[in-house]
């Protein structure tokens, strides 16, 4: 037998123990609001998970040899991981017209595992939003690799742009921090990784990329 659910327009005020009723629209719609902020719950729950520069890094420039940041879901994965967050802040002046790209390629080369170089990044793992807690992380974390795409050495493959990095000859410009909220519309499959990468010059600087861990 099927159940009609009904929700009552206007505003609901209820004390604590209770149970009021579903508040709609006057269309028909089902109300809702936030009660904390965005990606408090996976924080909390320690599904959530970020790497970072631990110092001013290089972005490689559309080059196998990469550098900057890189999050790998390994192929032993029993996670997708969730793009949440990526940040890009310069630390050297810019010396010419460039952007900054989310790129992507494959964990392995022909089926060996990628190795990730730590360096300047908080790997090797992800480490828990929830500051302090020993939630583990599925994903590696490195500042370089030889980069894969399909199964060979080559450049990372452009997923996503950033930003454009503009350039004034003789003129001082602010240098500011680039966001990027994905929200969860990048998904990153086991075998496969996402690194920051520069593109047509060169940039010095710390990203920082965050991402949800949730089951295949």
């Not at 327009?9 to 508040?23: F, H, K, S």
Request: include cysteine; proline fraction near 5%; hydrophobic fraction near 40%.
């Amino acid at each position: 037998m099927a159940q009609i659910i009904r929700t009552k327009p206007g505003p609901v005020t209820a004390q604590d123990g209770t149970y009021p009723e579903l508040r709609g629209g006057r269309t028909g719609e089902l109300m809702s609001a936030d009660a904390h902020g965005r990606y408090q719950e996976a924080s909390y729950r320690g599904s959530m998970f970020y790497a970072v520069n631990t110092a001013a890094q290089a972005l490689s420039v559309a080059s196998s040899t990469y550098t900057g940041l890189v999050v790998q879901n390994p192929v032993s994965s029993s996670k997708n991981l969730a793009i949440l967050e990526v940040i890009f802040i310069p630390t050297i002046a810019e010396t010419g017209v460039g952007a900054i790209i989310l790129g992507w390629g494959t964990a392995q080369t022909a089926g060996v595992p990628l190795a990730l170089t730590t360096g300047n990044s908080s790997g090797p793992k992800g480490l828990p939003t929830l500051v302090g807690s020993n939630f583990g992380s599925s994903a590696g974390v490195g500042a370089s690799c030889t980069w894969s795409v399909s199964g060979g050495s080559a450049a990372p493959t452009y997923l996503r742009p950033m930003v454009s990095m503009q350039y004034g000859t003789a003129v001082g410009l602010n240098m500011m921090a680039y966001k990027d909220e994905i929200a969860g519309a990048l998904i990153i499959a086991p075998g496969y990784q996402v690194g920051i990468q520069a593109i047509t010059t060169a940039i010095t600087g710390i990203g920082y990329i965050s991402w949800e861990e949730i089951g295949l």
